[in-house]
């Protein structure tokens, strides 16, 4: 196998990056228009809304967190400006002690009811974001293996051509990527359902495959809590209206993304992804902005994107890349759409061929050029809750 290699930012805890950002992030919903606005006021800064962070019980609360120290962990983030109002469940020395568990970047604060409000928050977070930004770019890219990637694989607005092409697409490139000795991580527990069986028997070790067993159980009993069940709002009116027709159906599409590689490891939600560690699994909703959030908080410097339908999803801290293997999609959504991936079932070009330009693609936008939703500056991002009733 050929050595691939692309130009990123070493970290000083040895990580790459392809992006190199300064975070600037609201540990709650009170802060998110505060730091939207130091964001779009400073080049080189990045943000979204967190609609979590406060009003939540202990445990929805951990998972918030775990989220946004992982955000700030990226390895496509330089530095971090920690913004709070001050009285929300997401108190800012919490996020901020959550941060150093995972990494040792530079990280300031900022809290808006000790400053005196919003309009002096963002006039203070704009000089501190000036200064990180400032030493953000005395940072140069410089090369790094493929093996150092880790690769979140996502599917939303599924359609049969989903299963048939861009799928099976995206498995050959994280077989590649992991033969490489690189990681693939595997999400979207719902769409797991009806295929578990078979990732299961794929699992490196007894363990791992109770594990992935385990996961879809869980979530199926969850949903039950509610007196609700899985396969009534699943496949939702865009894949049936597409094609699908059982919640089976999907699933076996979606898991083609896994590829043919065995199945090392099951990780809990936004949990600390480990480099070098080939194809595994981390347990996320099915809702796109909610699963690319928890695998970017993972660690993943990159996501691949397929749909059949359609989808604008990107996120601020790491490039979406998205595919189509439906030809009519392609030339309808093409401002939302990296790569054509319909030769995958027409031809002329065999799976392989397509396998490596979209690699070529990978190692591109690894290196520096922006996927379509960083270009129209898309960042949605959704926290899942797991309960909600303060």
Excluded at 323 to 336: I, K, Q, S, V, W
Aim: proline share 4%; with cysteine.
């Amino acid at each position: 196998m050929s050595k691939r290699t692309f130009m990123g930012y070493r970290r000083a805890d040895g990580t790459v990056g392809i992006r190199n950002h300064v975070l600037i992030l609201p540990t709650s919903v009170c802060a998110s228009d505060t730091t939207n606005r130091i964001a779009h006021a400073v080049e080189g800064c990045v943000s979204f809304h967190n609609q979590n962070g406060c009003s939540q019980v202990d445990i929805d609360r951990d998972v918030t967190m775990d989220a946004l120290a992982g955000f700030a962990a990226n390895p496509n983030i330089y530095g971090v400006l920690c913004v709070s109002l001050g009285c929300e469940g997401c108190q800012n020395d919490m996020v901020v002690e959550a941060i150093r568990a995972r990494t040792d970047k530079p990280v300031k604060t900022l809290v808006i009811q000790q400053v005196g409000g919003s309009i002096k928050a963002v006039e203070e977070g704009t000089r501190m974001a000036r200064e990180m930004v400032a030493e953000a770019d005395a940072c140069m890219r410089e090369k790094a293996d493929i093996s150092e990637l880790i690769l979140g694989t996502n599917c939303g607005g599924s359609d049969p051509s989903s299963g048939l092409g861009s799928n099976p697409l995206i498995g050959e490139v994280s077989d590649y990527l992991v033969a490489a000795g690189g990681t693939s991580v595997l999400c979207e527990t719902p769409e797991l359902f009806g295929g578990e069986h078979i990732l299961a028997r794929r699992a490196a070790t007894k363990e791992v495959g109770e594990q992935i067993l385990k996961i879809v159980y869980d979530y199926e009993q969850y949903v039950q809590m509610f007196g609700a069940e899985m396969r009534e709002g699943n496949p939702s009116p865009g894949n049936m209206a597409g094609g699908l027709t059982t919640l089976e159906e999907k699933s076996l599409g979606c898991i083609h993304k896994a590829g043919h590689s065995p199945i090392n490891a099951v990780y809990g939600y936004a949990k600390q992804l480990k480099a070098h560690e080939g194809l595994v699994i981390m347990d996320t909703p099915g809702n796109d902005p909610s699963s690319v959030a928890g695998i970017i908080a993972g660690g993943c410097q990159l996501v691949v994107f397929s749909t059949g339908l359609g989808t604008p999803t990107g996120n601020a801290i790491a490039p979406v890349y998205r595919l189509t293997a439906n030809r009519h999609t392609y030339e309808t959504m093409r401002d939302n759409t990296d790569l054509d991936a319909s030769p995958t079932i027409y031809g002329p070009e065999t799976m392989e061929e397509m396998r490596d330009r979209m690699l070529d693609d990978i190692i591109a936008v690894c290196s520096g050029r922006k996927v379509c939703a960083e270009a129209l500056g898309y960042t949605e991002t959704a926290l899942p809750h797991l309960c909600n009733y303060m």
